[in-house]
């Protein structure tokens, strides 16, 4: 385990490291096993949740809404990996509704989400996270994101200043030489490759596209992001990186090269987890997130 955070910060860095020995702690029986090359369940639906689709910018763009409204506290939004869909956020949905409002986004062509004839990018899937904010009348967010969710909060971060408050920024990179050769190719990544077919296949308008659909977000992997460090250095939002200790395909010298430039970033690397640790440790991760999004 690594947190690091700005010197100015020591404090709630401090706060962090203890939260989370308190978490390990409490879940020694499973700190011995190889938890981080485990996929566990995508979580069942939370119930009570207003589920829509909003026709914007020629798509039909799904997302849960827990509603409500908690003063001094913008909007969490949450932004899934490629690939997925918003029920990967099960664990989080459960651990913010109590202390904010939470919006757990399809992004196009994901889940139930439609898409348009352009081809994947971060720049055009963050444009309809700002649509939709502007059509829910929404000024500013908070934005957890996980890998392709993680970088088009970034993106947000550096295209949309005034909209983005905090990034708790989980398993992103800037450029693509910041990927693991191969490494959608490990057990647990292709374990996720083929969970997230068949819910594609379940949920998607275009059932029988999931091939297709693979071959065009890898395309977007191959080639996106490229950013520079002018643009890192100009996020303004208090951003958290992190990543699990194992991650299959981010390389943990990219993931210390992002807290290094964005100005004040935080670091965190969660133990025994990967690319997956929402899931592989909700406890370790939701205490983490919670205590970054709510710090004063």
């Keep these: 385990m ?4 700005a010197v100015p910060r020591h404090k709630t ?20 096993s190889l938890r981080w090359n485990t996929l566990p369940p995508t979580p069942a639906p939370v119930s009570g949740l207003k589920r829509t689709s909003v026709h914007i910018r ?44 939470v919006l757990a986004i399809d992004s196009r062509g994901h889940g139930r989400s439609t ?3 352009r081809p994947y990018g971060y720049d055009l899937m963050a444009d309809d996270v700002i649509a939709l904010m502007d059509k829910l009348h929404i000024a500013q967010a908070d934005f957890v994101g996980w890998s392709d969710g993680a970088i088009l909060s970034l993106d947000l971060a550096i295209r949309y200043p005034a909209r983005v408050r905090r990034v708790f ?12 050769p191969d490494g959608d190719k490990s057990a647990n990544f292709s374990r996720f490759t083929t969970r997230a077919g068949e819910e594609y296949r379940r949920l998607s308008s275009t059932p029988g596209e999931y091939s297709a659909f693979v071959e065009q977000i890898s395309h977007m992997w191959d080639t996106q992001p490229d950013w520079r460090d002018a643009q890192l250095t100009s996020i303004a939002a208090r951003v958290l990186v992190a990543d699990g200790d194992h991650d299959e395909v981010i390389r943990r010298d990219h993931t210390e090269y992002i807290a290094r430039t964005i100005p004040g970033a935080g670091l965190l690397i969660l133990p025994n987890t990967s690319h997956f640790a929402f899931l592989q440790d909700p406890v370790l991760f939701n205490a983490a997130m919670l205590d970054f999004l709510d710090r004063p």
């Design 2 to 5: 690594r947190v690091r955070g």
């Design 13 to 32: 860095v401090f706060r962090l490291l203890l939260l989370i020995a308190a978490c390990c702690s409490g879940s020694s029986s499973q700190s011995s």
């Design 58 to 101: 020629g798509i039909s763009l799904f997302y849960s809404d827990t509603l409500g409204s908690f003063p001094g506290r913008p909007p969490v939004i949450l932004l899934h990996g490629g690939l997925a869909n918003s029920d990967y956020w099960g664990n989080q949905i459960r651990a913010l509704m109590p202390g904010h409002r």
């Design 115 to 117: 898409r348009d004839s």
């Design 169 to 180: 920024c989980f398993a992103a990179n800037t450029r693509t030489a910041g990927l693991i």
